[in-house]
């Protein structure tokens, strides 16, 4: 992810070595990665709903009173389902 105003790189996301042949967009939300190598190809979201749910799926606990206090998140979500549910 590159910044608009500066020019500078954001966020670099590694495809475990792999160089990249081509991109292409496959619709509005997803793009396509070809590997040099092509054993498989690459679907990458930049569906911002989508890539919460894929992150919040892969959460294995929820918070803490402790860090809802620090983080001053109310209502503290305490369980994996009230975290999931929102």
Known sequence: MWSVADHSLLVDVGF???NIRFVRFLDDTHLL????VASSAIVVTLDPLELAAVA???VTRAFTETECL???IDPCPTTLEALRNG
């Open 33 to 36: 990665l070809v590997p040099q």
């Open 16 to 18: 475990d070595g792999a």
């Open 70 to 72: 620090t983080y001053d």
């Open 56 to 58: 919040l799926a892969k």
